[in-house]
């Protein structure tokens, strides 16, 4: 006669987010009940608005060290960079590091509250141990026809993967995803942005440069970031889809990192 389980006991587990493994009878069927969108899978490193360091919400232990002043604005729920110069410093890690041809994604919450001066580089973070020698980043800059963003490699610092203009003053999610088969896409909002340059085939010439990360600048006290930080998530081994950039986007409510 098979097993009996307590139906109620496994509902009470899995609305408590929990993972429950079982072994039915001999036939020893493993079972699985656990909460969230599956987002969670190949997160290398999450970090949410919070107040001193950031903890990384993946348990990987890519903690960005605070440098300066607090600037968690607590009623806001975001990092508030304007006019403060202050900047987080994540160490070298392997988890985010990609290797030539790794698939990879990068997601972002930002209030877009810019003021950069023309022409003027503006940079939410960059892995870089010099000016030259870097291997990526995202930064804004602001030319005669608005505000756009440029993701950059480590080949050329002017040679940006993906751009496309943005929405200013408001609050918005980008992300930017690679995969050897579809090459590099950017969203804003959720939504594909077919008409942005995509000036490489890819992310192929990445290299290592054994550097630590900085989120708020480019280097400390340099090309500083004007905005405001709700939320940065890096992929590894994985390119998320068109329906998983959506589910992050969660209708403009920045999906947290606990119901990825």
Same mark, same amino acid.
């Given at each position: 006669?098979?097993?009996?389980?307590?139906?109620?006991?496994?509902?009470?587990?899995?609305?408590?987010?929990?993972?429950?493994?079982?072994?039915?009878?001999?036939?020893?069927?493993?079972?699985?009940?656990?909460?969230?969108?599956? !987002?969670? /899978?190949?997160?290398?490193?999450?970090?949410?608005?919070?107040?001193? %360091?950031?903890?990384? =919400?993946?348990? @990987? $232990?890519?903690?960005?060290?605070?440098?300066?002043?607090?600037?968690?604005?607590?009623?806001?729920?975001?990092?508030?960079?304007?006019?403060?110069?202050?900047?987080?410093?994540?160490?070298?890690?392997?988890?985010?590091?990609?290797?030539?041809?790794?698939?990879?994604?990068?997601?972002?919450?930002?209030?877009?509250?810019?003021?950069?001066?023309?022409?003027?580089?503006?940079?939410?973070?960059?892995?870089?141990?010099?000016?030259?020698?870097?291997?990526?980043?995202?930064?804004?800059?602001?030319?005669?026809?608005?505000?756009?963003?440029?993701?950059?490699?480590?080949?050329?610092?002017?040679?940006?993967?993906?751009?496309?203009?943005?929405? !200013?003053? /408001?609050?918005?999610?980008?992300?930017?995803?690679?995969?050897?088969? %579809?090459?590099?896409? =950017?969203?804003? @909002? $959720?939504?594909?942005?077919?008409?942005?340059?995509?000036?490489?085939?890819?992310?192929?010439?990445?290299?290592?440069?054994?550097?630590?990360?900085?989120?708020?600048?480019?280097?400390?006290?340099?090309?500083?970031?004007?905005?405001?930080?709700?939320?940065?998530?890096?992929?590894?081994?994985?390119?998320?889809?068109?329906?998983?950039?959506?589910?992050?986007?969660?209708?403009?409510?920045?999906?947290?990192?606990?119901?990825?």
């Amino acid at each position: 006669m098979g097993s009996v389980i307590n139906e109620k006991e496994v509902i009470g587990y899995a609305h408590n987010g929990e993972e429950i493994f079982g072994l039915i009878n001999d036939n020893k069927v493993l079972f699985e009940l656990s909460s969230g969108n599956g !987002l969670k /899978e190949g997160c290398s490193a999450c970090w949410e608005a919070m107040a001193g %360091d950031l903890i990384d =919400l993946t348990g @990987n $232990g890519n903690t960005a060290i605070l440098h300066g002043q607090e600037i968690y604005d607590e009623q806001s729920d975001v990092i508030d960079f304007r006019s403060n110069a202050v900047y987080y410093e994540v160490p070298y890690s392997e988890e985010l590091t990609f290797n030539n041809a790794d698939d990879t994604a990068i997601s972002f919450t930002i209030h877009t509250h810019f003021s950069i001066q023309a022409f003027n580089w503006s940079y939410l973070f960059a892995k870089r141990k010099t000016y030259s020698d870097h291997e990526y980043g995202f930064f804004f800059w602001n030319s005669s026809s608005g505000i756009w963003t440029k993701v950059e490699n480590k080949s050329n610092r002017s040679r940006s993967v993906v751009n496309a203009e943005i929405p !200013l003053q /408001e609050l918005i999610t980008l992300t930017v995803t690679y995969s050897i088969a %579809d090459g590099a896409k =950017l969203y804003i @909002n $959720g939504s594909l942005i077919s008409g942005g340059t995509n000036s490489m085939n890819g992310l192929e010439q990445l290299q290592n440069s054994g550097s630590e990360i900085y989120i708020g600048c480019a280097q400390p006290n340099t090309n500083v970031f004007d905005g405001q930080l709700k939320q940065l998530a890096i992929w590894k081994n994985r390119a998320l889809t068109t329906e998983e950039v959506a589910i992050l986007y969660n209708g403009g409510n920045a999906l947290k990192y606990e119901d990825f």
